[in-house]
């Protein structure tokens, strides 16, 4: 849930698609900045009329469906901080090197 959500998110289609039941979902506007959608359910075998009431909001409505929501503002990338190593200052266990380590034999 985000920090400005009062409500929980939830998926509604859980139940239409464990019945079988069709289910249109489309963009229906904005809220808050973030797009929002409805979801059109029906009883079985009723697709042509959930498809065409679909069709007939977004061509009442169109400027919903041809919208794009703005671009996201990047982050600019953190800051590597690098150290450079003083002579003698390296440790011998950071290194890939083989014969950098000493084979201990007990």
């Known amino acids: 849930m985000r920090a400005t959500q009062s409500y929980a998110v939830r998926r509604n ?35 042509p009329m959930l498809a065409q009431a679909m069709v007939d ?14 671009d996201p503002t990047p982050r600019p990338a953190p800051q ?9 200052d390296e440790d011998p266990t950071l290194s890939n090197d083989p014969l950098v380590h000493e084979v201990v034999v007990a």
């Open 80 to 88: 590597r901080l690098s150290r450079q190593a003083a002579p003698g």
């Open 13 to 47: 289609n859980q139940l239409a698609n464990s019945l079988s039941f069709p289910m249109v979902s489309f963009p229906i506007g904005y809220a808050d900045g973030m797009p929002i959608n409805a979801e059109f359910k029906g009883p079985r075998f009723s697709e």
């Open 57 to 70: 909001y977004q061509a009442r409505y169109p400027e919903h469906n041809r919208a794009c929501p703005a």
